[in-house]
């Protein structure tokens, strides 16, 4: 089965410093997404990429988040300066195909973000 | 993309047949079923997806009504390692959202 990775899988930071959570998605596939999981609540979209642009974004998604393709391999999502609300697991997906239309998504692992 | 109903929770014994329920009434021509499940902490795992005709691979089998407003993930022998969280999502394309699924205990 094809692997999404993430790095690293727990990071604990001081509220206001800005992190940067990594992907390594299917290698050669356009779409990758980012997700996100408050403890105890649902998994919430936060954005989709194709092909080094940005397609969608949640209304979660604001200014202080970014996502980047800055070596044609891994994917980052950067959050500017961390509140402790942007304390979650965030999960990187990549669909199996280079589409999206009738394939399913491979999910990494997640890293935890903790912010004090 | 369609909104879909679970059930909030299910319990299931072991080695019995788990059926969730998903209604998905407002569901379009060109939109899938996909099943995804979590369990505790990790990503969300693929299951299942269909259009029209039922599936089957080897985690589970997908029943979809002929009018397609309600489909049935079912899991033919639940083992412990099937509890988890399940999401019920219809798409076409682009991006998936999850809702808050069925979350399935199976029991010894």
């Known amino acids: 089965e094809p692997e999404v990775t993430q790095t690293p899988s727990h990071q604990v930071t001081q509220m206001g410093q800005e992190v940067i959570l990594r992907c390594v998605p299917i290698?050669?596939?356009?779409?990758f997404y980012w997700y996100r999981q408050i403890l105890g609540q649902k998994v919430e979209f936060l954005v989709s990429?194709?092909?080094?642009?940005?397609?969608?974004k949640s209304e979660i998604f604001d200014d202080q988040f970014s996502v980047e393709r800055p070596d044609g391999s891994n994917f980052t999502l950067k959050i500017r300066s961390t509140k402790l609300e942007d304390s979650a697991m965030y999960f990187c997906?990549?669909?199996?195909?280079?589409?999206?239309?009738?394939?399913?998504?491979?999910f990494g692992q997640g890293t935890r973000l903790t912010v004090v | 993309d369609a909104k879909t109903t679970q059930p909030t929770s299910m319990d299931c014994a072991e080695g019995r047949a788990a059926n969730l329920p998903c209604n998905h009434s407002?569901?379009?021509?060109?939109?899938?079923v996909y099943w995804y499940r979590q369990i505790h902490s990790q990503g969300p795992q693929y299951i299942i997806h269909?259009?029209?005709n039922n599936e089957t691979n080897e985690m589970a089998s997908l029943i979809i009504t002929e009018d397609r407003k309600s489909s049935t993930l079912i899991l033919p022998h639940a083992t412990l390692r099937d509890t988890a969280v399940y999401y019920c999502?219809?798409?076409?394309?682009?991006?998936?959202?999850f809702g808050a699924g069925t979350r399935l205990t199976v029991k010894p």
């Open positions: 997906a990549s669909p199996r195909d280079r589409g999206w239309v009738n394939t399913e998504a491979f």
């Open positions: 290698s050669n596939h356009l779409y």
């Open positions: 990429f194709y092909n080094n642009e940005i397609s969608e």
């Open positions: 407002t569901i379009s021509g060109n939109e899938y």
């Open positions: 269909g259009l029209k």
């Open positions: 999502i219809v798409r076409v394309a682009g991006d998936m959202r």
